[in-house]
């Protein structure tokens, strides 16, 4: 790509994304960034950054963390992408928003199927203990409650073993 085209593209890319098409702009970028000729390609691989940050943020605000998901997993396909560790943070997002709804899928009368007691307490606990690290503490506290309420006696016992069980890790702090 020639410095002129590189150019004219971040151009184009910049007013798309100026009206809102923040998915042909990061495809623009992407294409720039990837090309190691281009004379643009550090500022590409930023804009990209940003553009998917941005795309990925707004795609979990709106509950679609699959979207999110594809839209980063897209942009670190890049090599040169800047600020990939920002960028595999909020795919680790994602992947909680995921693993949440796959957890609450699996609870019991979840609309996953009838499991067994173990089966809903472990998906009761995966949930309850995912959620708070999503800054959804109200959220956890229910799924406990509805889990030491369950009408099913054996999982009721076992939601209240795996409630009670430690699983902060030993961790020893030693002055250097």
Do not use: K, N
Request: aromatic share 2%.
């Amino acid at each position: 790509m020639t410095a002129i085209d590189s150019e004219r593209r971040m151009g184009e890319a910049r007013r798309l994304a100026e009206h809102g098409d923040l998915e042909a702009a990061a495809a623009i970028l992407a294409e720039i960034a990837a090309d190691e000729s281009a004379a643009d390609r550090e500022e590409a691989a930023l804009g990209l950054s940003v553009l998917a940050e941005r795309m990925a943020e707004r795609a979990l605000e709106e509950g679609d963390p699959e979207r999110a998901a594809d839209v980063l997993r897209a942009a670190l396909a890049v090599e040169s992408v800047a600020d990939r560790a920002r960028l595999r943070v909020l795919l680790g997002i994602a992947h909680l928003e995921l693993a949440c709804r796959e957890f609450a899928g699996a609870l019991p009368d979840g609309g996953g199927g009838e499991g067994d007691a173990e089966t809903g307490a472990l998906a009761i606990e995966l949930l309850a203990r995912t959620l708070p690290l999503r800054g959804r503490d109200a959220d956890a506290a229910a799924v406990w409650r509805y889990g030491l309420g369950h009408p099913d006696p054996e999982l009721a016992a076992q939601v209240r073993l795996r409630l009670g069980r430690d699983v902060r890790p030993m961790v020893e702090v030693g002055e250097d």
